[in-house]
DNA sequence: GGGAAGGCACAACCGCCCGTTGTGCGCCTA
DNA sequence: TAGGCGCACAACGGGCGGTTGTGCCTTCCC
C-alpha cells in the first residue's frame, strides 16, 4: 500500500472534496480521482459515494480512516525516530529481556509523552563513542570494569543493583532450595552461552566466579535463549544466573526454577552513562525517574566486584 | 515513504542479507539494495553497514526497526478492517462523543484483543440495511421510534438508559440550582441545533418538550459543538440538553455547569441492536459485555417517551 | 599469501505506473 | 432548460523501479 493514497484519502475525507484535497497536496483533481480508485482497487471496497457536490464516505471508508490516520501517525513517529536532531530519546541498554529494558519499560509507562527508542551497542566502548557522537544519548552499562576509567565528559549514576538469581530445572539438586550461598555452588556446572568476551557483562562473572571458585562454562555458540532454557530445564546438573527482573519467555510446562543467592547476594551494578551536554530535554526526565526509584546499594549483605 | 521498502528493511533486518531477504520477496539482490538505498535517502541516514558476509543494523536502523514493525502492523489492520469477510467489528453509533461511544471504550478496554471499528449512519433504517446487508455488525439506538416496528431479524436489547442533564452559563438564572424539574423549564429557551428531523434523537426530543411543555429550538444551521458552547456559555437565557456521559470539550474558562434533571429525569434509553444471524464471533463478547453493565431501568423515578 | 567464493553496489536498459492535460457526463441550481 | 460544479475517462509523457550484467571488497581456505 502507498502512503500517499492514504495521505491523500485523509485529506480527501477531511476536506469532502476531492478538488480541495488536491489543492491541499499540490497535485491536480485527476491524481486525486486516480489514487483513491487505485486505493479502492486495492482494498476491494468503494471508500467514497460520488455526489454532485463532492464526496462522502461510505460505511467502509468511515471504518478506514482511523486506520489510516494511524498509519500516518506511525509513518511520522518512524520518521521521527531517526530524523537528525531532535529525534526521540534514545537509550543503550545492554539486553532486551534484562533488567534496564524493564526500567525504561516502566518510565515509559510514566512518560508517556516522551519517545523512547531502544537499542543495544556491543560494550562500554561503543556506548561511549555513541555518545560523544550524539548517535545514542544514554545508555545502561556496568560502567566501573577493571583498568578503565571513564572519559571526563561522561556522566554516570548507579541506578540498579539487579541480584544475581539461580536459574534450575526441577530435576537438579538444588531445585528445592530456597536460597543457596555463592560459595555452595563451588563444583556445580554453570553455563553461559552468549557471554561474549570483552564486555562488561562477561568481566562482571569473571570477577563472581573467582570470587568464590566457581566455574562458568561459555562454551558452545550461543542459539538464543529458548535452546539454552531448553536445556537448563531438562538437565540434572546444568545451571545458569539470570538478573532477578530478567524477563524468560519460555514454555510454561518447562518448570524452570529461580533459586535466590544470599549470604552474600551478588548484585550486578546497572549504571546510566549519558554526555555532559547532551540538550535531549527527555534525559532529564529519564535520569529524574531513574534517581527516583534507585535502590540502596550500602547493603553489606551485597557482593560486587572489586572495581566496582 | 512506500511501505513495500519498509517490508524490505524489516526483511533484510531479520534476515540479515539482502539476497535472503530478496529470495523471501521474490526480487533480485539488487531490487533490495535498490529499495534500501532509496530508504535511505528519504530518512538521511544509514540503516545498515555492510560486511563481506551481510548486513547489520546500525543504530538508526535499530531504532528504526520497531516503528517500521508499527508501521506493517498498522497496514495489516487498516487492511483488515475492510476485507469482506471476516473483518473486525463494527458498530454505528448516535456521534462520537455520546454515551455509547463511551461504552464503547470501556468495551475495547476489556477486551483489548477485539479488533472494533465505529462508524455512524444517518438514522435507524440506515442502520437496518446496514445491518441485513452485512455492512455494520450491530448499531447503538433508540429504536423504539413511534409507529416503527422492528423487523423479525433483527435484534434488540436495551442497554443503557442515559440521565438527559441541563447544560448551561454561569449568567444563567439557574447556573446556582442543583436539581431542576422538567416542569420548571417551561419557559426558559433550550437550543439544540444539529437535531436532525427525522431522526429517533429529535423524536424523543420532541417527546420530552410535548411532555412536559418546553420549547426546544432548533433553528440555524449546526457549526458544530464549539460554536453552541460558546453561545449557551456567554448566554443568561439559552441552555441546552446533553446527556450525562456526554463528552464535552471546552475551554476550562468557559465555565459551563451541568445542571442534574429530576422528579422525573428524563431517560435516553440506548439500545443495541443487531441482526440475528450474524456469525462474527466477537458480536457475542459485545453483548456479553453491555449486559453485565446494564443498569436497571424499572426505577418509577424517570422518564421516557411513551412509546419507548 | 594468493585464489576462490560469497555478497553488495553500480550501470544500462526497459516496462509500467503515475501525474498532467483535455474532455465528457451527471447532478444540482437558478 | 441552460449553466456551473465536480468527478471520471482518455491520451500522453516522464520518471521510478525492476532485471540483467558486472565490478569490487572481504573472508576463508589451501
Redesign the pocket.
Known amino acids: 500500500m502507498?502512503l500517499?493514497?492514504v495521505r491523500t484519502f485523509v485529506a480527501?475525507a477531511e476536506a469532502?472534496?476531492?478538488?480541495?484535497a488536491?489543492a491541499e497536496l499540490?497535485?491536480?483533481?485527476?491524481?486525486?480521482?486516480?489514487?483513491?480508485?487505485?486505493l479502492e482497487k486495492r482494498l476491494g471496497v468503494r471508500l467514497?459515494t460520488?455526489?454532485?457536490?463532492?464526496?462522502r464516505l461510505t460505511v467502509d471508508g468511515q471504518a478506514f480512516l482511523p486506520h489510516a490516520r494511524d498509519l500516518l501517525r506511525a509513518e511520522e513517529r518512524a520518521v521521527a525516530s531517526v530524523r537528525p536532531g531532535r529525534r526521540a530519546l534514545r537509550v543503550d541498554v545492554i539486553g532486551r529481556r534484562l533488567a534496564p529494558a524493564t526500567l525504561l519499560g516502566d518510565f515509559r509507562r510514566a512518560h508517556p509523552e516522551v519517545e523512547l527508542d531502544v537499542v543495544t551497542l556491543f560494550d562500554v566502548d561503543a556506548a561511549v563513542d555513541a555518545l560523544r557522537s550524539g548517535t545514542i544519548d544514554a545508555s545502561f552499562r556496568a560502567v566501573t570494569m577493571p583498568g578503565r576509567q571513564l572519559p571526563d565528559d561522561i556522566r554516570a549514576v548507579r541506578v540498579y543493583d539487579e541480584p544475581v538469581q539461580l536459574l534450575i530445572g526441577p530435576a537438579h539438586p538444588l531445585a528445592a532450595a530456597h536460597t543457596v550461598t555463592p560459595a555452595e555452588l563451588a563444583g556445580h556446572r554453570i553455563w553461559m552461552p552468549g557471554l561474549v568476551p570483552g564486555t562488561e557483562w562477561a568481566a562482571y562473572y569473571d570477577a563472581l566466579a573467582a570470587a568464590f571458585g566457581l566455574t562458568i562454562e561459555i562454551t558452545g555458540p550461543d542459539f538464543g535463549t529458548e535452546p539454552l532454557l531448553d536445556t537448563i530445564a531438562g538437565s540434572s546438573s546444568l545451571a545458569t544466573f539470570v538478573g532477578e527482573r530478567t524477563r524468560l519467555v519460555w514454555p510454561a510446562d518447562q518448570s524452570l526454577r529461580r533459586i535466590a543467592v544470599g549470604r552474600p547476594t551478588p548484585v550486578y551494578p546497572h549504571s546510566l552513562i549519558w554526555h555532559r551536554e547532551n540538550p535531549h530535554p527527555a534525559l532529564a526526565a529519564l535520569g529524574d525517574h531513574l534517581g527516583s526509584g534507585r535502590l540502596d546499594h550500602s547493603d553489606a549483605g551485597t557482593w560486587t566486584p572489586a572495581w566496582a
Chains 1, 2 share one sequence.
Open positions: 502507498d500517499e493514497a480527501a469532502g472534496r476531492f478538488q480541495d488536491a499540490s497535485v491536480t483533481q485527476q491524481a486525486v480521482s486516480k489514487r483513491v480508485a487505485t467514497f460520488r455526489t454532485a457536490r463532492g464526496v
